[in-house]
C-alpha cells in the first residue's frame, strides 16, 4: 500500500506562549497518512493529540505558534493564509468530533447545516444541495433521510447526531477525514455500528483517515497503523500489531500493560501503573519526554533519542523496552492469591427485593428501576454493567441512600434500609459508602484532604480528638500512596488520581462494609485508571468489604467483578458469575454488550451482532421484555406482550429471556471471543 | 490572596476605581473635620459664588451654602446607606435564596413566584412608593426598605450559586454521611459560592448609590438638612443656567463613585469568575 | 402544541401575577400611616366634613369590600377619581400621559436596543481587542450613572452648552407632543445611556460564549468564511438571551422613566406618579403603580413567548428518532 502520501507532517512544533512562559505543545512531529490509509493515534490527555489536529487545520489560538511541515497532497498548509485555508477545510479535509450534540448549531436545521457545506464548497443551489444531503444521509444508513433534514439537532439521538456530523464531514468527499475520540460520548454498541460505518465509507470512497482516541482498542477496531504521543511527541508508529505485540517505546509497552483487556484478571494479574504524572513541557527540555517516570532510562535518555525505523515501518523513539538490564516488573500474582483453605465466607451482606425507582412527575416517570432482584455476599464484587440510562446508578445511589426507592426492599445486615439516608442509623451510614465517578466534584474544593477524609471520622466513628484523628488520616493516606504533606492540600492542588485516590481513602477511612462505586474510573486516563483498580482491588481483599461495581466498561468490570450483573432499561438481564456472564454468555443483550466491546489486543476477534435503534422511551411502561425493540433473536409476539421468564442456568447464573434453554445453552459459539 | 493583588496589579482601570472609592471613603471619615464651611452655614452675601472665589472651592449654592461642604457631608450618608444595603440584601438573600434553592420542590416553586411577584415592581418603584407613603425618610428607614427592595434580586442571584453546587457529588457525599441541612448549606456549599456572592455584593453596591442617589433627587430620600446628593440636584435644577456648579458637581461626584465602584465590581467579577 | 401549553401556561400565571400584585400595591398603599380624609383636607377640616368624606370614600367599610370595589372599577376600566384635584375622573388625565410615557419609552428603545446590540456583538467578536475594552469601558460607565446625572450632564452640554435642545420637556398648552418632538429627545437619551451599558454588555459576553461554543469551531472548520460564520451561525444563537434581558428591565425602564421625566418635567406616568407620592393621592398612586407592573408583566410575558418560538429547542419537541 506505498502510495503518495494524502498527508505528510514534518517535525512539526506547536507552542503555546503565556504571559510569563512558553508551554510545548507539539515537538518534532513527523507523520504520513497514505490514501485510503486509517491511521490511528493514541494518547492519553495533555499528549498533544488535540493539538495535532488544531495544527492541521490551522485552528489555534492566537498565543500560539507553529512551525515545520505539513504536506496536504504535496501543498504546505503551514503557509498558507486563512483564506486559502478555507478552501480545504471541509472540503477537502473534514472533520468529525466528540461531542456531537454541542458540535451542531442548535437553531439550525440540519438540512441547513448539511446543505451549506455544498453551497459553499461546490457552488451548489439549495436545492441541488439538499438533494446532495440526503443522498449522503442514506450512505449512512438514515432511514428517513427527507424527514432528518427538516429536524433540528435535539430532536434525535447521540447515535444519529455522530451520523449527521460524518454526513457532513462526508458531504465533498474529503481525501482526509479526521475523527477526534467521535465515539468517546456514546454507548459501545452505538459506537461499534459507528466504527462499521467509518470503515465501510472508508473503502467505499477511498478516503484516508486519522482516527483520535485514548482508547487503544477503539483505534484498533479502524485503524491500519498506530500512533502512540506522549507529551507533544510521537513516540512510537507501527501497524496495530506490532504495536500491541512488540511495542519498542517503553511508554506504549507500560500504557498498554495498564489497560484492563481480555485475558487480565484480578486474581491473575496486577495491572501496571507509571510512576509520576504527565507535567508541562517547557522549551528547555530535550531529551526522550517519557525519561522522568520510565523504568528502563539510561544515562543516554537525557538526550533525545530520536524516530528510528527499527523494523520495516515500525519506528520508535527508544529501543529499550526489552532492555535485560533492567528486568520487566513481574505483573503476574502468584497463583491461587485466594488461599486455597479459606473458603469465601457466605455471609449475605445485601439483598435486594423486587426494586422500583421511577422519577419524575405523573405521566412523564421515568421508570429507573423496574423490579430488581439481588443478593450479594461479603468479600465479592459485584460489576453492574449497562449502557447509559439502564438504572445502574439509579440503583447504587438508592442503596446509598442518596435515593428512596418507588418500591421494594433494600435489606443490608438483616436490617431494612429502604429509606433514605435521613433516616439512616449512623452505623449503616459507615457500613456503605459511595465512589462518585468524577473526584474532582466529590471532593469539596474548600476544604483540606486531611478536613475531607477526617470529617466522616468525627461524625460516623466519632473520634473527637484531632490528633488522633490526623494519625489515622495519614495512615490511610499512605495505604493509597499518598504522603503526609498531602493533608492540607486542596483537591484543587491535586492530579485526577490523586483525587480519587483520595475519594478511596474518605471511603475507607470508616471501614465500611459495602462500597459502591459509581463508575470511580470512567473519567481518568488508563495509567490512572490502574492505580485506582489496584487500590480497590488490594483494599477489598484486606478489608473483606463487598463491593458493587458500576461501570460501562466491560473490560474493567471483566478485570475487577465476581459477579456481573447486566443491566437494561432498568430491568437485569443476566447475572452470574464472571466466568459465566463473560465466557458464556445467554442474554442476547449481553452477546451483543460482549460483541461491540473493544479489544486492546488486535487479533482478538469477537462476534458481529450489532443492534440498531435507540432504546424505547423510559417513560413509557413495558409489557413485555424492555430488549425486544432490539433484540436480533426475537422469539416473536411473546416478547413484547409477556415480561421474560428468568432461566437458571447454574446456582449462579441466570437471564431473563423468552428463548428457550435449550436454545439458550446451545448457541454459545457466536458469543464471545473466538480466538 | 496574592495572585489577587497581582491581577489587580495589572489592571489599571481596577485601580483607579479602587483608588476614587479609597478617596470618597476617606472623605467620608475624615473630610468632615478638615472643612472651613459646614454644610448647613448659608452666607447670604455670598450666594451663587462661582468654584474658586470668595474661598469656595466648588462656588456656594442659591442659598449660600458651600456646595464642597455639602458634597463632602453627603458622601458620608450615601455609602453608609449603600454599604449596609448591599450586606444587608445579600445576607437576606442568601439566606432566603439557599433555603429555597436547598430544599427545591414546593418551597422553591413558591419561592419563585413569590420573586416573580415581587420583581414585577422595579425595585426603585416600590422604594418610591414606600418611602413617599411614610414620609420623612431616616438613614434606619432607608436602609431596611431599600434592602428589601434589592433583596428578591439578591436572592435569586444566591440561589443560582447554591443550585450549581447543590448537584456535586461532595454535596451527595455530605448527605450521606448524615449531615444536618444547616451543615451542607452554610459549612459545604457557601464557601463555594463565595465568589458570586463577593461580585454580587460589589455590584449591589454600585446599584445602591445609583438607588440612594435617585430617590433622593426624587425628594423622597433623606429630608433637610441632611445633605444628599440626590437632593441637592434636583434642589438647584433650576439653577442649571445661573449657577450650573450647584447642579453638576454632586452630580459629578455621584458619577466618579459609582463608575469606580463599578470598575472595582467588575474586576472582582472577572477574577472571582475566572478562578474556577 | 408544546409552544401551546407553554403560552397557556404564561399566560395564566401573568394573570396570577397581576391580580397579587393588585392585592400588594392595595394594601401597601392603604395601610398608609393617618387617617386619608383628614390627609386630603388637611388639619383645619372639622370633623363633621372628614366623616363626611371618609363616608363618602367608603373608608369605614371592611377592607376587603374596598379591595374588591376598586378592583372591580379597573376592570371595567374606572380608575377612579382623583383626591387631590377633586372631582377629577382619574381616566381623564391618565391615558394621555401614559400615551406620552410610551411615546418615550419606544423612543428610548428605538435608540438603544440597535444601539447596544449592534456595539454588544461587535465587542463580543472581537474579545480582548482594543473595540472590546472601549465599548465595554463605556458600557460600564454609562450603566453605572443614574438617569438624572446622564440626563444633567446631557442637559448642560446639548441645552445649555450647544442649545440645540430643550433644557425640559414641556408641551406648551394647546399643542400635543407630535408638535413638540424635539422634547423627546434628551430624555430618551437619558434612559439610553443606562440601557445601553446594561444591553450591551450582556450582548457581548452572550457573543464571546457563543463564539467560543463547538459548532461555532465545527462551522469554521466545515470552511465557511468568518463573516457568514458570525451572522449566520453565531447571531442567532447570541440574540436570544438579549431578548429576555432586554424584555426583562422594562421594568427598570419605566422605574428609570420616573426619574427622567422628572428632570426634565416630562409630562408622563413618571411625572404623573411622582406628583400622586407628593400630593399623597392614593387613587392615582394606585393606578401609576398598577400600570408600571402591568408594562412589566406583559413585556416579561411577550420576550417570553418570543424566546420560546425563537428557539427551536423549546418550539419543537425532543421526538423519537
Known amino acids: 500500500m506505498k ?220 485503524s491500519d497503523r498506530i500512533a502512540v504521543m506522549y507529551r507533544g511527541e510521537v513516540v512510537e508508529f507501527g501497524n496495530q500489531n506490532t504495536i500491541y505485540k512488540k511495542p519498542e517505546h517503553p511508554y506504549t509497552r507500560a500504557l498498554i500493560n495498564c489497560m484492563p483487556r481480555a485475558g487480565v484478571l484480578k486474581e491473575n494479574t496486577q495491572l501496571n501503573t507509571i510512576p509520576g504524572y504527565v507535567s508541562r513541557r517547557s522549551a528547555a527540555e530535550t531529551g526522550c519526554p517519557f525519561v522522568a517516570r520510565c523504568e528502563k532510562r539510561n544515562a543516554t535518555c537525557e538526550e533525545k533519542y530520536g524516530m528510528v525505523e527499527r523494523k520495516p515501518d515500525h519506528f520508535s523513539a527508544c529501543d529499550r523496552a526489552y532492555a535485560t538490564d533492567i528486568p520487566d516488573k513481574v505483573l503476574s500474582k502468584e ?3 485466594i488461599p486455597e483453605g479459606a473458603e469465601p465466607e457466605h455471609k449475605t451482606i445485601l439483598k435486594i427485593d423486587n426494586l422500583y425507582k421511577y422519577y419524575g412527575p405523573h405521566g412523564k416517570r421515568i421508570r429507573a428501576l423496574d423490579g430488581v432482584d439481588l443478593t450479594l455476599d461479603r468479600n465479592n464484587v459485584l460489576g453492574v454493567v449497562g449502557e447509559s440510562g439502564c438504572g445502574k446508578s439509579t440503583m447504587g445511589h438508592t442503596i446509598s441512600g442518596l435515593m428512596r426507592p418507588t418500591r421494594g426492599k433494600i435489606i443490608f445486615d438483616g436490617t431494612n434500609i429502604s429509606v433514605s439516608w435521613r433516616k439512616r442509623s449512623p452505623e449503616t451510614l459507615r457500613d456503605i459508602q459511595l465512589i462518585f465517578q468524577n473526584p474532582g466534584r466529590s471532593l469539596n474544593p474548600s476544604f483540606t484532604i486531611e478536613n475531607i477524609i477526617g470529617r466522616p471520622m468525627l461524625k460516623l466513628l466519632g473520634i473527637k480528638s484531632k490528633q488522633k484523628r490526623r494519625k489515622l488520616i495519614v495512615d490511610i493516606l499512605k495505604k493509597v500512596d499518598l504522603g503526609e504533606e498531602y493533608l492540607f492540600r486542596r483537591p484543587k492542588q491535586l492530579s485526577g488520581g490523586e483525587m480519587q485516590r483520595a475519594a478511596v481513602a474518605r471511603a475507607f477511612s470508616i471501614a465500611p462494609n459495602l462500597l459502591v462505586c459509581d463508575e470511580p474510573t470512567s473519567a481518568l486516563d488508563a495509567s490512572v485508571q490502574a492505580s485506582v483498580l489496584n487500590l480497590l482491588v488490594d483494599l477489598q481483599k484486606d478489608s473483606g468489604a463487598a463491593y458493587i461495581f458500576i461501570s460501562h466498561d466491560l473490560n474493567v468490570i471483566n478485570y475487577l467483578s465476581d459477579y456481573i450483573m447486566v443491566m437494561y432499561l432498568g430491568r437485569i438481564c443476566e447475572y452470574g458469575k464472571k466466568t459465566e456472564v463473560g465466557g458464556s454468555p445467554r442474554h442476547p443483550y449481553t452477546e451483543a454488550l460482549l460483541s461491540a466491546v473493544p479489544d486492546v489486543d488486535p487479533s482478538l476477534k469477537r462476534g458481529e451482532i450489532r443492534l440498531h435503534g435507540a432504546p424505547p422511551n423510559p417513560t413509557k411502561k413495558i409489557k413485555g421484555c424492555p430488549f425486544a425493540g432490539r433484540c436480533h433473536r426475537k422469539v416473536g409476539s411473546v416478547c413484547d406482550t409477556t415480561p421474560p421468564p428468568r432461566v437458571n442456568f447454574s446456582d449462579t447464573h441466570f437471564a431473563y429471556c423468552h428463548i428457550s434453554p435449550e436454545v439458550l445453552n446451545s448457541e454459545i459459539s457466536v458469543k464471545g471471543i473466538k480466538k | ?112 413566584r413569590i420573586m416573580d411577584i415581587l420583581m414585577a415592581i422595579p425595585p426603585l418603584v416600590l422604594a418610591m412608593v414606600v418611602l413617599g407613603i411614610l414620609g420623612n425618610s431616616t438613614i434606619v428607614g432607608l436602609t431596611i426598605i431599600v434592602s428589601i427592595a434589592f433583596t428578591p434580586a439578591t436572592a435569586r442571584v444566591a440561589r443560582g450559586a447554591l443550585l450549581t453546587c447543590k448537584s456535586t457529588e461532595y454535596v451527595d457525599a455530605a448527605r450521606i454521611r448524615g449531615e444536618s441541612h444547616i451543615y451542607i448549606m452554610f459549612v459545604e456549599i457557601l464557601p463555594n459560592t463565595i465568589g458570586p456572592v463577593i461580585v454580587e455584593i460589589t455590584a449591589r453596591f454600585a446599584y445602591s448609590i445609583m438607588m440612594i442617589a435617585s430617590l433622593g433627587f426624587l425628594g423622597v430620600g433623606l429630608q433637610p438638612p441632611t445633605p444628599d446628593w440626590g437632593m441637592m440636584v434636583i434642589e438647584n435644577k433650576s439653577l442649571i443656567r445661573a449657577a450650573p456648579w450647584t447642579v453638576l458637581y454632586p452630580s459629578l461626584a455621584i458619577a466618579s463613585l459609582v463608575i469606580a465602584i463599578s470598575l472595582f465590581s467588575d474586576f472582582v467579577s472577572k477574577v472571582m469568575i475566572n478562578e474556577d | ?260 421625566e422628572t428632570l426634565f418635567g416630562f409630562p408622563g406616568l413618571g411625572s404623573l406618579t411622582m406628583s400622586a407620592i407628593k400630593t399623597r393621592d392614593i387613587p392615582l398612586i394606585e393606578a401609576c403603580v398598577l400600570f408600571i407592573t402591568f408594562i412589566f408583566v406583559f413585556a416579561t410575558f411577550t420576550t417570553d413567548m418570543l424566546y420560546a418560538f425563537l428557539n427551536p429547542r423549546i418550539r419543537y419537541k425532543r421526538g423519537d428518532a
Not at chain 1, 495544527?55 to 500560539?64: G, Q
Not at chain 1, 471541509?90 to 437553531?107: E, R, T
Not at chain 1, 432511514?143 to 458531504?171: E, F, K, N, T
Not at chain 3, 363633621?48 to 368624606?53: F, H, K, Q, R, T
Request: aromatic share 8%; hydrophobic share 50%; charged share 15%.
Open chain 1, 3 to 222: 502510495t503518495e502520501p494524502v498527508l505528510e507532517i514534518k517535525e512539526l512544533d506547536v507552542a503555546y506562549h503565556t504571559l510569563t512562559d512558553t508551554v510545548v505543545a507539539l515537538k518534532g512531529v513527523s507523520l504520513s497518512v497514505a490514501k485510503n490509509e486509517a491511521l490511528g493515534i493514541i494518547g492519553e490527555s495533555g499528549c498533544g493529540k488535540s493539538t495535532l489536529f488544531y495544527a492541521i487545520m490551522d485552528y489555534l489560538p492566537v498565543s500560539s505558534s507553529r512551525s515545520g511541515e505539513i504536506l496536504f497532497k504535496g501543498e504546505d498548509l503551514v503557509v498558507k493564509t486563512p483564506k486559502q485555508m478555507t478552501k480545504f477545510r471541509g472540503s477537502k479535509i473534514a472533520m468529525v468530533y466528540q461531542n456531537p450534540y454541542s458540535s451542531l448549531n442548535p437553531s439550525l436545521t440540519i438540512g441547513f447545516q448539511l446543505e451549506e457545506v455544498s453551497m459553499f464548497h461546490h457552488g451548489m443551489s439549495r436545492k441541488e444541495a439538499r438533494q446532495a444531503a440526503v443522498e449522503t444521509l442514506s450512505d449512512l444508513h438514515l432511514g428517513d433521510a427527507a424527514g432528518i433534514v427538516r429536524r433540528y439537532p435535539h430532536q434525535i439521538s447521540g447515535g444519529m447526531q455522530q451520523r449527521i456530523c460524518i454526513a457532513m464531514a462526508l458531504l465533498c468527499k474529503p481525501d482526509l477525514m479526521i475523527l477526534d475520540e467521535p465515539t468517546t460520548a456514546l454507548d459501545v454498541t452505538t459506537e461499534a455500528v459507528i466504527l462499521d460505518i467509518i470503515k465501510e465509507l472508508k473503502d467505499k470512497y477511498n478516503m484516508s483517515l486519522i482516527y483520535i482516541s485514548h482508547d487503544i482498542g477503539v483505534v484498533n477496531k479502524v
Open chain 1, 335 to 337: 497463583a491461587g492469591s
Open chain 2, 1 to 112: 490572596m496574592n495572585t489577587y493583588l497581582l491581577q489587580l496589579k495589572r489592571s489599571p482601570r481596577a485601580i483607579a476605581g479602587l483608588a476614587i472609592l479609597l478617596i470618597w471613603i476617606f472623605a467620608a471619615i475624615a473630610g468632615p473635620s478638615l472643612l472651613s464651611y459646614s454644610y448647613t452655614e448659608m452666607d447670604m452675601n455670598n450666594q451663587m459664588v462661582a468654584p474658586g472665589q470668595e474661598g469656595h472651592l466648588l462656588g456656594t449654592d442659591a442659598l449660600g451654602r458651600d456646595v464642597f461642604s455639602r458634597i463632602i457631608y453627603g458622601s458620608r450618608s450615601i455609602l453608609t446607606i449603600a454599604l449596609l444595603t448591599s450586606l444587608l440584601s445579600s445576607i437576606a438573600g442568601i439566606i432566603i435564596g439557599f433555603t429555597a434553592g436547598y430544599f427545591g420542590g414546593i418551597v422553591d416553586t413558591i419561592f419563585l
Open chain 3, 1 to 260: 402544541m408544546e409552544f401551546l401549553k407553554r403560552f397557556a401556561k404564561r399566560l395564566g400565571f401573568t394573570l396570577l401575577t397581576i391580580l397579587a400584585m393588585s392585592v400588594l400595591i392595595f394594601f401597601l398603599v392603604e395601610i398608609m400611616p393617618g387617617d386619608v380624609a383628614q390627609t386630603v383636607l388637611g388639619q383645619s377640616a372639622t370633623e363633621e366634613s372628614v366623616a363626611a368624606l371618609r363616608d363618602r370614600m367608603g373608608l369605614d367599610d371592611p377592607l376587603h369590600e374596598r379591595y374588591l370595589r376598586w378592583a372591580g372599577g379597573f376592570i371595567r376600566g374606572d380608575l377612579g377619581e382623583s383626591l387631590y384635584m377633586r372631582g377629577v375622573q382619574i381616566n381623564t388625565i391618565f391615558w394621555r400621559k401614559v400615551g406620552h410615557s410610551v411615546v418615550l419609552a419606544l423612543t428610548a428603545l428605538l435608540f438603544y436596543v440597535p444601539l447596544s446590540i449592534l456595539f454588544g456583538v461587535f465587542a463580543g467578536v472581537k474579545e480582548g481587542k482594543a473595540p472590546d475594552a472601549i465599548i465595554s469601558f463605556v458600557g460600564l460607565a454609562t450603566m453605572a450613572l443614574p438617569e438624572f446625572v446622564s440626563g444633567i450632564i446631557l442637559i448642560t452640554v446639548f441645552a445649555v452648552g450647544l442649545e440645540i435642545l430643550p433644557i425640559a420637556s414641556i408641551i406648551p398648552i394647546g399643542e400635543n407632543l407630535w408638535q413638540n418632538l424635539d422634547i423627546l429627545v434628551l430624555p430618551a437619551l437619558s434612559i439610553t445611556f443606562v440601557m445601553f451599558g446594561y444591553v450591551s454588555r450582556m450582548q457581548r459576553s452572550s457573543m464571546v460564549s457563543v463564539m467560543k461554543a463547538d459548532y461555532i469551531r465545527a462551522a469554521i472548520l466545515k470552511g465557511m468564511p468568518r463573516k457568514y460564520v458570525i451572522f449566520r451561525h453565531a447571531l442567532k444563537n447570541a440574540l436570544l438571551p438579549t431578548i429576555t434581558i432586554i424584555g426583562m428591565n422594562m421594568g427598570w425602564l419605566f422605574g428609570g422613566l420616573i426619574v427622567v
